[in-house]
């Protein structure tokens, strides 16, 4: 037997020596930093604002030293070439006979999401397994949870379009839910109810993702020859990014990742963490262990399940992987910043309610420092507000003191090194400094080591140039997002609920100059007012904190320049900031553009006073939507005669007065029922034409003059 199955059998025994070296390893340097740091603050005794400055230090380069020494140990396991606890390496040589590979399904989970950019990603991926030969194993599930009846009926089309073009009835299912309960997670537990246990293996996609034939296979293949495996988790890689932002996002997650994932996976081994998309799942372990309990009240459920239910599945003794070498899958990035913070709040609660969990019973200690490290990702941005705010505090009291105490004098460490306490406290910064920004350098260093890795970027000059201006935008981006962290963290603390809404996944109409102004107002006027008081303080105060409020006055152009696809495209033709998945797209991706190219020439968009509307009156009017609406409807044999008289009186506003009169909920409502939908549909077209409302009048005179339409949708 080849070692590699030996350590796939056993590799949580070896892999606390790993751990033991990591840890050791960010528990000196935390250590020896904090040292410093206390020699810096106790001269002349320790007040109170320099004993919180030291307490705030701990976690906060506790962190940064964690991240060094991932990427030190990342950037060393690259080097060797040959990681023994990779989970890729377990895959046998041969690629596998398609009879050989178990069910698998396929799970699409989808909210108020662009359906164009769904389907045509699952059209991707269908055809890709289709050459592969390996389609036969594969079932694609697409679990809807909109709430827009637009979208609603746009995804029932759609998926009518799809499985009529690919033959894919009986191999693609759509699926949507009545209630939208426990949002995702939910999705998926009410599918593995009703057809889990037809299948060994799950694949989790989100609505932009992407995964290639390959992949799939693969990742079928380490789940079997890995039978203690209860998770894989994919890397995802950010392709199609536009605008500024995204391409800078882009750039560094390709750029720099291999270091961090290969140091990620250095420590946590198969105690790994889920990330919620883009990875496969051993179904039947996943349904008996992993479902998700209620917090504190039963009407509130985890928002950052996917950490919840790796624990949970390390707790049943399965392991979790991160196949950091796999490749093949894809995703999309936020396009601006603001869209980048809207989804951090939304991240920010879930990794905050993880605090529950930290003390539960039967957790793997790796999984808990995951579910930590969760949440002081976001608690990092008050802690280090709070350490500047008493910085500055303390900075006025020491230039406002008649007397100021001898700051430079050689005490403590000072006298071993024969420098004061201001070149130490400026040796200390540089040392933090430096920890931050090796990191990347290392990714930059091995990437120019390894020729073909350096083409792939477009060359050893654009790499350096891409990555000085990275390396400058993210220290200036820093302080704006660490204002909207705290402004999250507090809100939650606080009890204010956050939405869930779905992504924006593009940035075609520009910069949204209003949002922006709303969104990064009050980081503005706080950078002023931060700078004029560090001026009043000390000029000399004012320079050293000037990174911080510049970058908050800077904020709303800043943020606006970052949103232009404009600025993207130049830097793109420049040679900056491209990828090996720009520079030599791959065939899966080149199909995924091109399709979404053709789809794009084939949209035909309602007029404005259809557009909000418009789904309404598809599955109303339209005989083939209104018969395929209903029969994907599940029929409710008995139903309340309360139930029956309220719904009655919706479809008489509904003809009476037009979809206007109706609420979303109410509308919802309507498309829920086949009874009202099939009963409208008849109205509509048999009601003598005094008894409509105007809008169905010139909705209906509309469709008829479309003779030449489709024979499915109107408008997509």
Known sequence: MSNLHIIARSPLRRSSRRQVLFFSTVVVLTGFATWVMADILWRGGLTQIEAVLLTLFVPMFGMVALGFTQAVFGFLTLLRQQDPFSIARTLPEQPPKPDELPATAIALPIYNEDVGRVYEGLRTIYLDLA???????????????????????????????????????????????????????????????????????????????????????????????????????????????????????????????????????????????????????RVAPFMDHCALPPLHSERVRFMSHDYVEAALMRRANFEVWLAYELGGSYENLPPTLVDHTRRDRRWCRGNLQHSWLLTAQGLHPINRLHLLLGILSYLASPLWLIFLLLGTVQCRLYWAASAPPRFDADVGISSFLDIGGGKLALLLFLVTIGLLTLPKMLAVGWTLLRRERRRSFGGTLPIIASFAIEHLLSAIVAPILMLFNTRWVIEILLGRDVAWNPQRRDASGGADWGGIIIAHAAQTIIGVVWALVAWHINPAFFWWISPITFGLIGSIPLSALLSYTGVGDTLKRLGLFRTPMEIAPNAVIAHLEKNLEAAERRHLAPPDWLAPHNGVMQAVLDPYINAAHVSLLRQKRHQPHAVTDYLHQLQDRLVQKGPADLKRREQMALLMNSDAITSLHHRIWHDPEAHLAPWWKLAMRHYNTLTDRPQTALYR
């Not at 679990?143 to 029932?156: A, Q």
């Not at 191999?171 to 537990?189: D, M, Q, V």
């Not at 789940?223 to 932002?245: C, D, K, L, W, Y």
């Open 131 to 281: 050459r592969s030969g390996c389609l036969g194993r594969f079932d694609f599930f697409i679990l809807s949870d909109s709430t827009d009846p637009n979208k609603w009926i746009e995804e029932e089309v759609a998926w009518l379009d799809l499985c009529k073009q690919l033959k894919g009835f009986g191999r693609i299912f759509y699926r949507k839910r009545s209630a939208p309960l426990n949002r995702k997670s939910g999705n998926i537990s009410d599918f593995l109810r009703r057809w889990g246990r037809k299948y060994r293996y799950m694949v989790v996609l989100d609505a932009d993702s992407l995964m290639e034939a390959t992949t799939l296979t693969r990742l079928v293949q380490m789940m079997e020859v890995n039978p203690q495996a209860g998770i894989i988790q994919t890397v995802p890689a950010p392709i199609q990014s536009r605008t500024f932002f995204a391409r800078l996002m882009q750039f560094a997650g390709t750029l720099y990742g291999p270091v961090f994932q290969a140091g990620l996976n250095y420590w946590q081994a198969g105690s790994g963490n889920f990330w919620g998309h883009n990875a496969i799942i």
